[in-house]
């Protein structure tokens, strides 16, 4: 039972994440740009009937031609909204407005959509589309955690942090910035109800999510009685129609505690 669940893990993780990241990055695509063609994309912690945005929902379109990346950001950071992309911390501004955004993206699992940040250099050029149209970043440098940062932004400047993890596969050892300025004119600060003291921990960089404990323990749950199902089958009926019967099973219940698994991870890798 360990085995397959740590296996399961991993091929969620690394193998069926990337699949449904890449599914789920199509539909937000979609929306998003209806959205854009529609007028409606959010300028704010609300959208244009002013109620507030949901974790998941689509805020922006980053796009980063260094690191091949072009991903629809959504709003919110805890480890199960970035299972779907990059997510924007709901206690600051949006991309393109004054003031300092902050993006968080993982590292490698689930599409790893800020795995190459490493690669980027001062100067470097990318692009994030909102409700207030396309804004052009120019990447200011690299810190990582304990490292000095950057001077406050001067009245009126559009800042930009991109955050992930740093340190080895699926074992992370600190954070990681990059730090870009807005080339251009700063758009006005949209509404925000969220501030740094209300942001939920499980939005915090590398923080798990302990909400949905609940459903790790009922999945956990059928994986035994699974695990105990097979060996009764194993034993009156052999192993041939055992197989059949319960490897299907098996691999649900594998797949469904490996998922919930996954939430309680850090949030960046």
């Not at 509404?191 to 999945?219: E, G, K, N, S, Y």
């Not at 098996?250 to 505690?257: G, I, K």
């Amino acid at each position: 039972m360990v085995a397959s669940l740590i296996a399961m893990l991993l091929l969620s993780l690394l193998v069926i994440g990337n699949l449904t990241y890449h599914a789920r990055q199509q539909q937000l695509d979609d929306r998003f740009r209806a959205e854009l063609a529609a007028g409606t994309a959010p300028v704010s912690e609300g959208d244009f009937e002013d109620v507030l945005l949901a974790d998941g929902d689509p805020v922006a379109l980053i796009e980063i031609p260094e690191i091949g990346l072009r991903d629809v950001v959504v709003e919110g950071t805890s480890g199960s909204v970035l299972m779907d992309g990059p997510g924007h911390r709901r206690d600051t501004v949006l991309p393109g407005q004054v003031g300092v955004s902050v993006l968080m993206g993982r590292a490698l699992a689930y599409g790893g959509p800020f795995g190459g940040l490493s690669q980027l250099t001062p100067g470097d050029r990318f692009s994030v589309t909102t409700g207030q149209g396309e804004h052009v970043y120019e990447v200011m440098g690299t810190r990582y955690a304990g490292d000095p940062a950057p001077a406050n932004p001067r009245s009126g400047e559009s800042r930009l942090i991109l955050t992930t993890a740093r340190g080895g596969p699926l074992a992370p050892v600190g954070v990681q910035y990059v730090d870009a300025t807005l080339v251009g004119d700063a758009q006005p600060r949209g509404a925000r109800q969220t501030t740094f003291v209300t942001l939920p921990p499980q939005d915090t960089p590398l923080a798990t999510d302990t909400r949905t404990v609940w459903a790790l323990i009922f999945a956990l749950q059928f994986l035994v009685v699974a695990e105990i199902g097979a060996i009764w089958a194993l034993r009156r009926f052999g192993w041939r129609k055992t197989w059949i019967a319960f490897i299907p099973v098996l691999l649900l219940a594998s797949l469904l505690t490996a998922t919930q698994v996954a939430v309680l991870l850090p949030n960046l890798i």
